[in-house]
Nanobody
Framework: VQLQASGGGLVQAGDSLRLSCVAS????????MGWFRQTPGKEREFVAA????????IYADSVKGRFTISRDNARNTVDLQMSSLKFEDTAVYYC??????????????????WGQGTLVTVSS
């Protein structure tokens, strides 16, 4: 499956931003989906994950209560709604697909396919 992330940009602290990831080339509902982020010199960090149906999700403690992951299997999309953005949320954000459709995976090695990343910059 191919993944294309979009929606990044430059925002101010406290603002909101919505990232979207569209999948193609596979049956989207066969995959659990996740969002990760990465800053230069650091490892890719887990942000959020959602199961195939959207019925279950998990979040990193650093974003819990501020970010919301959702998916639309009819449109083959998974979104990340980010609110109350902080400077430390600045990163390249990646969407990823896990072929274990009903598992909430929180480590990058568990994911099989990755999008190209979209840059989010939060100014303080």
């Amino acid at each position: 499956v191919q993944l294309q992330a979009s929606g990044g940009g430059l925002v101010q602290a406290g603002d909101s931003l919505r990232l979207s990831c569209v999948a193609s080339g596979g049956t989207f509902s066969n995959y659990g989906m996740g969002w990760f982020r990465q800053t230069p010199g650091k490892e890719r960090e887990f942000v959020a994950a959602i199961t195939w149906s959207g019925g279950r999700n998990i979040y990193a403690d650093s974003v819990k209560g501020r970010f919301t992951i959702s998916r639309d299997n009819a449109r083959n999309t998974v979104d990340l709604q980010m609110s109350s953005l902080k400077f430390e949320d600045t990163a390249v954000y990646y969407c990823a697909a896990d072929s274990r459709w009903n598992v909430l995976a929180s480590t990058s090695v568990e994911y099989d396919f990755w999008g190209q990343g979209t840059l989010v910059t939060v100014s303080s």
